[in-house]
Protein backbone atom coordinates (compact mmCIF):
# COMPACT_ATOMS: atom_id res chain seq x y z
CA UNK A 1 0.00 0.00 0.00
CA UNK A 2 1.48 3.67 -0.81
CA UNK A 3 1.81 6.19 1.18
CA UNK A 4 1.20 9.76 0.50
CA UNK A 5 2.56 12.63 2.74
CA UNK A 6 1.43 16.01 1.60
CA UNK A 7 3.27 19.40 2.56
CA UNK A 8 1.96 22.05 4.50
CA UNK A 9 -0.38 24.04 2.66
CA UNK A 10 -0.63 27.84 3.53
CA UNK A 11 -1.90 31.65 3.29
CA UNK A 12 -1.85 33.86 0.46
CA UNK A 13 -3.86 37.07 -0.86
CA UNK A 14 -5.50 36.81 -4.27
CA UNK A 15 -2.96 37.09 -6.79
CA UNK A 16 -0.10 34.87 -5.09
CA UNK A 17 0.89 31.07 -5.52
CA UNK A 18 1.60 28.41 -3.48
CA UNK A 19 3.63 25.09 -4.53
CA UNK A 20 1.98 21.75 -2.85
CA UNK A 21 4.03 18.53 -2.76
CA UNK A 22 3.33 14.88 -2.14
CA UNK A 23 6.04 12.45 -1.49
CA UNK A 24 5.12 9.10 -2.01
CA UNK A 25 6.07 5.84 -0.13
CA UNK A 26 5.81 2.40 -0.30
CA UNK A 27 4.42 0.05 -3.31
CA UNK A 28 3.53 2.32 -5.79
CA UNK A 29 2.42 1.36 -9.38
CA UNK A 30 4.14 0.95 -11.94
CA UNK A 31 1.61 2.70 -13.97
CA UNK A 32 -0.48 5.50 -12.13
CA UNK A 33 -2.34 8.67 -11.90
CA UNK A 34 -1.49 10.98 -9.22
CA UNK A 35 -4.50 13.15 -8.80
CA UNK A 36 -4.77 16.64 -6.74
CA UNK A 37 -8.14 17.27 -5.28
CA UNK A 38 -9.65 20.10 -3.13
CA UNK A 39 -12.80 20.07 -1.02
CA UNK A 40 -14.35 23.23 0.75
CA UNK A 41 -16.18 23.27 3.23
CA UNK A 42 -20.12 22.40 1.84
CA UNK A 43 -18.64 21.48 -1.47
CA UNK A 44 -17.93 17.70 -2.86
CA UNK A 45 -14.40 16.85 -2.93
CA UNK A 46 -13.58 17.76 -6.54
CA UNK A 47 -10.60 17.34 -8.90
CA UNK A 48 -8.29 19.69 -10.59
CA UNK A 49 -5.15 18.07 -12.09
CA UNK A 50 -3.11 14.75 -12.18
CA UNK A 51 -0.31 13.44 -13.88
CA UNK A 52 0.16 9.57 -14.98
CA UNK A 53 3.66 7.85 -14.57
CA UNK A 54 4.30 9.24 -18.14
CA UNK A 55 3.88 12.53 -16.93
CA UNK A 56 1.03 13.51 -19.32
CA UNK A 57 -1.15 15.74 -17.25
CA UNK A 58 -4.74 16.60 -16.85
CA UNK A 59 -6.52 19.43 -15.72
CA UNK A 60 -10.30 20.74 -14.98
CA UNK A 61 -11.02 23.63 -16.69
CA UNK A 62 -11.48 26.43 -13.65
CA UNK A 63 -7.67 25.98 -13.08
CA UNK A 64 -5.89 25.43 -16.26
CA UNK A 65 -3.42 27.88 -17.44
CA UNK A 66 -3.17 28.68 -14.03
CA UNK A 67 -2.07 25.06 -12.03
CA UNK A 68 0.89 22.76 -13.34
CA UNK A 69 1.23 18.90 -11.98
CA UNK A 70 4.55 18.21 -12.11
CA UNK A 71 6.49 15.18 -10.86
CA UNK A 72 10.47 14.24 -9.97
CA UNK A 73 10.78 10.09 -10.13
CA UNK A 74 13.97 10.43 -8.40
CA UNK A 75 12.45 11.92 -4.94
CA UNK A 76 9.24 10.16 -5.66
CA UNK A 77 7.31 13.13 -4.92
CA UNK A 78 4.41 14.93 -7.27
CA UNK A 79 4.02 18.84 -7.05
CA UNK A 80 1.41 21.10 -7.86
CA UNK A 81 1.95 24.80 -8.42
CA UNK A 82 -0.82 27.11 -8.31
CA UNK A 83 -0.95 30.61 -9.76
CA UNK A 84 -2.98 33.30 -9.80
CA UNK A 85 -5.09 32.27 -6.82
CA UNK A 86 -8.42 33.58 -6.05
CA UNK A 87 -10.33 33.33 -2.51
CA UNK A 88 -12.42 30.64 -4.30
CA UNK A 89 -9.51 28.40 -4.49
CA UNK A 90 -9.78 28.10 -0.20
CA UNK A 91 -10.18 24.30 0.53
CA UNK A 92 -8.22 21.59 1.89
CA UNK A 93 -6.34 20.41 -1.11
CA UNK A 94 -5.78 16.04 -1.19
CA UNK A 95 -3.29 14.08 -3.55
CA UNK A 96 -4.46 10.95 -3.92
CA UNK A 97 -3.14 7.34 -6.03
CA UNK A 98 -5.09 5.68 -8.43
CA UNK A 99 -5.04 3.96 -12.03
CA UNK A 100 -8.26 5.05 -13.78
CA UNK A 101 -8.03 6.62 -17.30
CA UNK A 102 -10.22 7.80 -19.64
CA UNK A 103 -9.69 9.07 -23.63
CA UNK A 104 -9.56 12.26 -24.41
CA UNK A 105 -11.16 12.36 -27.91
CA UNK A 106 -9.73 15.97 -28.48
CA UNK A 107 -5.64 14.55 -27.64
CA UNK A 108 -6.40 11.16 -29.18
CA UNK A 109 -4.70 9.51 -25.72
CA UNK A 110 -5.65 8.09 -21.98
CA UNK A 111 -5.81 10.59 -19.71
CA UNK A 112 -5.91 10.37 -16.00
CA UNK A 113 -9.97 10.68 -14.83
CA UNK A 114 -10.54 13.73 -12.22
CA UNK A 115 -12.73 11.67 -10.27
CA UNK A 116 -12.37 11.44 -6.52
CA UNK A 117 -14.19 7.83 -6.09
CA UNK A 118 -11.26 6.29 -8.59
CA UNK A 119 -8.60 6.89 -5.45
CA UNK A 120 -6.68 4.34 -4.00
CA UNK A 121 -4.76 6.26 -1.36
CA UNK A 122 -4.92 9.92 -0.40
CA UNK A 123 -2.71 11.74 1.65
CA UNK A 124 -3.72 13.64 4.79
CA UNK A 125 -4.91 17.29 3.61
CA UNK A 126 -3.11 20.53 3.76
CA UNK A 127 -5.05 23.90 4.00
CA UNK A 128 -4.91 26.50 1.07
CA UNK A 129 -6.29 30.01 2.34
CA UNK A 130 -6.27 32.78 -0.18
CA UNK A 131 -8.01 36.23 1.13
CA UNK A 132 -9.25 38.92 -0.74
Known amino acids: QVQLVESVGGSVQAGGSLRLSCAAS????????MGWFRQSPGKEREGVAA???????TYADSVKGRFTATQDNAKNTRYLQMNSLQPEATAMYYC??????????????????????????WGQGTLVTVSS
Open 51 to 57: IDSDGTT
Open 96 to 121: GVHTEMSLDAGLGIAVCRLNPVAVDA
Open 26 to 33: GYMYSTYC
